[in-house]
């Protein structure tokens, strides 16, 4: 089962890796801070969630996705019902049957990381 703490790494991991997609200028200085915080997170990651995570990206596709009502947040088909009342206890993480993405329940998330 993956924490909390290690969801937020995957999470944070994903969008720094968009944001360095992103940057128009390859020498951009913010590219050396941008990199050196995507080898802090993967540092603190186990190599199985990071195999999970690589793959994915690779694909372009993010790692980390919401539920959002009784969808999946990555490929918006319906997940099984056991599934999500699983999900749906705190503490707890699933994978998405149909794309694979790690999903967890942004109903149960404080009100500051959701911003």
Known sequence: ?????LLEHLRALNALEVE???LRQ?????????????SE????L??????????MAKQ??????PVIGMSCGACHLKLPVGQL?????PGRIGVC?????????????????QA
């Open 85 to 89: 009342a699983e999900i749906n206890q």
């Open 26 to 38: 390859p020498e951009a200085p913010h590219r050396e801070v941008l990199e050196r915080r995507i």
């Open 97 to 113: 049957p149909h794309c694979g993405v790690f999903l967890f329940n942004s109903a149960a998330e404080p009100a500051e990381s």
């Open 60 to 65: 372009g596709r993010e790692s980390v996705a």
């Open 46 to 55: 186990p190599t199985a969630l990071l195999s999970h995570h690589d793959r």
């Open 1 to 5: 089962m993956i924490n909390r703490e």
């Open 20 to 22: 360095l997609r992103h």
């Open 41 to 44: 997170l993967r540092a603190k």
